[in-house]
């Protein structure tokens, strides 16, 4: 039996991604900790969070996690979900600019609503993943598949071929990264029905 670790920095509800994952996961220890040893002692990292950049840095400041999370971000396979994806980049123009983690190279913009590109922000909803990239992650689940998303900022990573998934909203943004054993999604897998289940059932079968 494996464990997997859902980080609880205090920004998120975190019983609906408990849920998904011990239903994908039944044989699996599921805990929700902001433990340090027992995030180092787990087998996967699911890195849930939602709410502003600014507080969610300074929670997981607060709880001494940064050191910890930076280094099973490079250990082990690492899932970052919704605001879990974002504070992965290096700098997020949110609450006038926020230092993140730097874990991956890249910054967190905010939709703009311009000209002729009238979109509601926050982005809510049902919206599609168009596979870029080939991954494990995609497996069994089809192309321009729907995922639930709520969120006004997006991220832009340095690095092209870190984008495994786009979706279009007003224009076309990250909506899946990979790169080594990080993998991390815009969008809500708990919210998304079956097919979020078959992604977190794909991550979590990734060795």
């Known amino acids: 039996m494996s464990t997997i670790a859902i980080i609880d920095y205090g920004m998120s509800n975190l019983s609906s991604v408990a849920k998904a994952t011990e239903y994908v996961a039944p044989n699996e220890k599921v805990i929700i900790t902001s433990d340090p040893n027992e995030i180092d002692s787990s087998d996967k990292i699911i890195f849930p969070g939602q709410g502003a950049a600014k507080k969610c840095m300074q929670s997981i400041f607060n709880k001494n996690l940064d050191t910890v999370i930076t ?101 076309k943004f990250c909506s899946v990264i990979a790169n080594d054993n990080i993998i991390a999604i815009q969008g809500h897998p708990e919210k998304s029905s079956k097919v979020g289940l078959r992604f977190l059932k794909n991550f979590l079968e990734i060795k």
Request: charged share 30%; with cysteine; hydrophobic share 30%.
């Open 71 to 171: 280094k099973n971000s490079k250990e082990k396979p690492f899932l970052g979900i919704c605001m879990g994806m974002q504070i992965l980049m290096e700098y997020s123009d949110e609450n006038e600019g926020t230092k993140c983690l730097g874990i991956l190279k890249g910054k967190v913009e905010k939709f703009q609503n311009k000209n002729n590109n009238k979109i509601k922000i926050p982005h809510m909803g049902w919206n599609k993943i168009l596979k870029k990239n080939d991954h494990p992650i995609w497996s069994g689940i089809e192309d321009e598949s729907y995922f639930y998303f709520v969120h006004s900022y997006f991220i832009i990573p340095e690095e092209e071929n870190y984008t495994i998934g786009e979706t279009d909203y007003g224009k």
